[in-house]
């Protein structure tokens, strides 16, 4: 088996039997990333027992795998930080617990990918879920406004120029978006490419949860205090006010007052992170999300 010069980091949180098929399907990739960093969050002591048993047990070769556990409780985003910040390659692949390649040379189109579009900061895969039609890779990319974490890599020296990502221990809404914002701030690119395909394990049904309903209302604020020009404040309450009653829509009122609540303690929290990116650089961020362009066309 071939390896090659990318590091796969995975932040995981009790997810044992999720995280242990992501890490398989992992190592049956040819070639296989030469380092695997797991960041176990929360001082999670039965995940970090469970995979070091398997380690041990298995007829998988696990010598490049590096096991972080954090007695903090940081977060996906913060996980990814720790990380990232201790990979030894330039291009990090970024996983969820329950997210894998579907392809066994994902690696090597990643190392092919970044080489011919030096612009690109991060590059992200086509994602698909449970039930879900799994299509052909193509052979086709287009330049997006954000991208995925459970299916993405990095630039490790664009990475570390960032602040990284916040520490929210739930991040819906905020995560990829705060760094994507910040990344076409600095002059570079997201780009999603149809060679590369991640199947992501799960039904989003937990993102019924009124934790993530609550989250999702205050991270909007979060992100609008942090990053936007105070000339665009207005834009993000209204994409608040927009998300409340999509969710109120959908049956999902459970956990509306509570993020509402939030919004107060949260800016307090993070005041200090505050980098507001150029009026020209949300516009044109804004404009991408609407209008995604092939690099064929």
Known sequence: MNICNVTAVIPTYKRLDQLLKTLEKILLCNPQPNEIIIHIDANDTQTEEGLKNHINNSNFNFQNI???????????GGGR???????SNPIIASFDDD???????YFQQLINIFDSFPKAAVITAKIFHI???????????KWVSDFIGCGC????EVFQQTSGYVNLPIAYGMEEVDLSLRLHDMGWSVLE?????VFHNTQLEHHQNPHITAASIANQILLTYLRYPIIFWWLGIGQCISR????VKHGRTSGILTGLILIP?????????????????LLNYLYLRKNTYSIFE
């Open 66 to 76: 590096k096991i972080i556990k954090n007695p903090l409780h940081v977060g996906p």
């Open 81 to 87: 930080n720790i990380a990232i910040n201790q990979s």
């Open 99 to 105: 997210s894998y390649p579907l392809d066994t040379d």
């Open 131 to 141: 039930n879900e039609t799994i299509t052909p890779t193509e052979l086709n990319a």
């Open 153 to 156: 890599a990095y630039r490790k």
């Open 193 to 197: 490419s149809y060679l590369l395909r």
């Open 244 to 247: 409340i009653f999509w969710l």
């Open 265 to 281: 303690k949260l800016v307090q929290k993070y005041h200090q992170e505050r980098q507001p990116i150029s009026s020209k650089s």
